[in-house]
């Protein structure tokens, strides 16, 4: 290895819920990191300014805190090779796109977007492979000069070779080569003037001196553009390792359809960090045939690239409920108390309780039965316990999906928003209030008397609300 000190990175996109996938990422770098006397960097990437929440980066990186995988250099804590956020270094990936302009590497693309419709349409009529027809790629620099004085937008594209083929090694998977005219001639800048992944992270992997990529094997496709890039800065690329992704029980890739993808959910179901960072470990390596529990130094001192376990690792809620079970069972009465007081009664949800439940009991004792519900989830009530009466059990399965898909996509989990998404809801199937709240209630609370029903959704979160209604309907979707 040519590099001089390990330096990792893991790079979520702070586009939605807090992954899964990015704790499993984190934890093999983090290990990886520890081995070697290495570094960890944490790095935003949050260079698609559409989809990028501020909220979303806050609430990685408090998850990756929770669960204990402490990065050495980020956007909170700084370093050398600053600053970690991607769209703070919107004016490094210019700088370095007009490297690639100027040695012949990359060029301009004028094409509207009419243009580049109408190049995929008539690709997928005929059959081909939807990519860029490189109308721009010889335009003569006069001509770009003329496009570019006249204010006509444009993107930035790499120049892909026609011929041969691109190799690279992948520590685990060994060599893997593919088709040079497979690649498409990238956008590298966008006309919003933000680069493109592709550009940005070997820009960045370089400047940051990562000296090894682990990363999920979703990203190997990117990977022969990105060596291209290596070639074309005349840069010595990092070594690359592909980690196996997760699964859903039937093998799929793991998603939210399926199984709970968000960290935030863990931690609000109540499953220890310590428990959830060996169950992911157990994803991608073991530390010996007979021993599933053990700890993280553990891992670390026994850990090796090479036994990076390829076949697809199956995301079991059940084995995960399992490991929990052992983790917990090991719990000092101190950190079983510390653990109630700070997670599962902590100060600031009930906070949030006491709005609600004040005027709901007279004494204390009626608490925890009339607040149940924000602790533990209600038992799964029937289809006729819950259905209102015009209705039928299809009508409810459609207007409770329909409602779910629109709360997947919902981030500001405020009172107010939510009523207005189920308003609107409401008002396009055309369900009265009543039929429409009263099974919704039914599902989160498993109680008539509840509080508003908006309020009590923004008190219990997006996690557990979203998770009780897909448990609801995947358990009468099958009946
Ligand atoms: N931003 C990418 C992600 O969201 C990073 C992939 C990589 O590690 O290169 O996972």
Redesign the pocket.
Known sequence: MAFDQVRVR????PTGDPHVGSAY?TLFNYVFAKKYGGKLILRI?DTDQARAKASSEQQIMACLKWLGLQWDEGPDCGGEYGPYRQSERKHIHRQYADKLLENGSAYRCFCTAEHLAQVREQQKKNGLKTAYDRKCRELSSASAEKNMAAGKPFVVRMKMPLQGTTPFMDVIRGKIEIANELLDDQVLIKSDGFPT?HLA?VVDDHLMKISH?I?AEE?ISSTPKHIQLYQAFEWETPEFIHLPLLRNTDRSKISKRKNPISLDFYRRKGILPKALVNFLALMGWSYSSDREIFTLEEMIEKFEVKAINLGGPIFDLKKLTWMNQQYLQRLSEEEFVNYLRTEVFAKEYLSKIFQVILERIETFDQFVEKAQYFFSPPAIMTIEEVCPKNRDKAQLLTMLSGLLDLLDEQYVWEMVHLQETMDHHRNKIDWKPGEYLVPIRLILTGRKDSPPLSKTMEILGRELSRQRMRDWIQSHQAS
């Open positions: 893991v790079a979520p996109s990422a990437e992944y992270n990529v990363r990203w």
